[in-house]
């Protein structure tokens, strides 16, 4: 699988995924990737390192648009970048494993970032409280996310330039990956942050289950 690949088709769009175990969340992931894949679309899922490997289920493991790295246990950071180089186009949309996408996120966010690729795209989350802007858009200026991040990486959709011109993930922070690399996309790259009034995704807020919502105690620096 090579860069470029498929840049004749414009409107395809690859589903980027980091899995370090989940096995509960794995099948329901995996039949909600079946469900959402348009004939032209693709998927890199990257196993991180997961105690109990992950395997392609049955009708996904002859499919030549779903690729499966397994580089071991590399971090977040680092799988994420290495599914997203792998990526055989130009357009890439981020997805947990714990989470669902909705049907026709990726048509929808398709046709927006074809007319505006010079952005991170975003939409909305079942759990979300009701859009209070009357507009089906808006845009987010940085110094916004200094105050809480309203943004949800799972929604996450971007033209790979805009992550090449950013220098990709921080393979060596222990947290706040995205939100290091929305800061760092309008920052360095010029790009803008734009979240829409569409939902497109059924969110896992189980806390007990949630993936990447806990720093890993030996990340945390020592006490004072």
């Known amino acids: ?7 004749d088709i414009t409107d395809a769009m690859t589903i980027i995924t980091t899995i370090r175990d989940g096995d509960g969340f794995r099948d329901r992931f ?4 079946t469900a959402n894949l348009r004939a032209q679309d693709f998927a890199v899922i990257v196993d991180d390192g997961s105690q109990h490997p992950v395997y392609l289920p049955q009708n996904l493991a ?3 648009r779903i690729h499966l790295l397994t580089p071991g246990k590399i971090g977040r950071g680092a799988a994420l970048n290495i599914a997203i ?3 055989p186009t130009k357009l890439i949309a981020i997805q947990d494993v714990d989470d669902l996408s909705l049907p026709g996120r990726l048509a929808a966010q398709t046709a927006f970032l074809l007319k505006q690729p010079n952005c991170l795209l975003f939409g909305r989350a079942t759990s ?3 859009w209070l802007w009357p507009m089906n858009r808006r845009h987010l200026s940085a110094k916004r996310l200094y105050r809480s991040n309203p943004l949800h990486h799972s929604t996450l959709a971007f033209d790979k330039s805009v992550w090449e011109r950013t220098g990709g993930y921080d393979p060596d922070l222990a ?3 995205d939100l ?4 760092r996309t309008v920052t360095q790259a010029g790009a803008t942050l734009i979240q829409q009034r569409t939902v497109l995704i059924d969110r896992n807020l189980d806390p007990k289950t949630r993936f990447f919502c806990q720093i890993p105690p030996k990340a945390l620096p020592p006490n004072p």
């Open 180 to 183: 290091d690399f929305y800061l």
């Open 62 to 64: 002859n499919d030549p």
């Open 128 to 130: 979300d409280r009701p």
């Open 175 to 177: 947290c706040c990956i």
């Open 85 to 87: 180089k792998a990526a």
């Open 1 to 7: 699988m090579t860069d470029g690949m498929t840049d």
């Open 30 to 33: 995996f039949a909600n990737l």
